[in-house]
């Protein structure tokens, strides 16, 4: 037991030691890293404009972008329900019955909306024109009612 004690007191003693010095800097050790470093700075300012130059390669993952507020054509499918601020009548009373019930088969669909008042139904017909029932993408549909954006 004392020797284990005294191996203990050793080795925490040790740990107080001075470590051997490394190998002492010169002139031509600075130089050498100097000459390593501005090489290793190139190196990556040339990667950096070889990335730089590289073609953009985007995926269009939706065909019909442009029907969720990018056009006068809205889709009643997939269109989140600030679109139909463009439309005055439309938002907040028709707009968000629309969003809050779909999918549609067609847009004929959006006057069977459960307590879809006539005056409601009145401003869909104003705009029926401006409408398309697309199939539902799960990327868009879950955003139809909030997506997020906050005035």
Not at 71 to 87: C, E, F, G
Not at 89 to 112: E, L
């Amino acid at each position: 037991m004392k020797l284990l004690s005294l191996l203990a007191t050793a080795a925490t003693a040790a740990a107080f030691v001075p470590q051997q010095a490394g190998p002492q800097t010169t002139a031509l050790n600075a130089e050498a890293g100097r000459r390593e470093f501005f090489g290793k700075a190139a190196g990556a300012a040339a990667a950096a404009a070889f990335a730089a130059a590289a073609p953009a390669n985007a995926v269009v993952d939706y065909e019909n972008i442009a029907y969720l507020g990018g056009s006068s054509t809205v889709d009643i499918n997939n269109a989140n329900v600030r679109v139909y601020l463009k439309m005055p009548g439309m938002y907040p009373g028709a707009a968000g019955k629309i969003v809050s019930n779909g999918p549609y088969k067609s847009v004929g669909d959006v006057y069977n909306i459960p307590g879809m008042t006539a005056e409601e139904k009145n401003v869909i017909k104003k705009y029926e024109s401006r409408f398309v029932a697309l199939k539902p993408s799960a990327d868009y549909v879950i955003d139809r009612i909030n997506n997020g954006l906050y005035r």
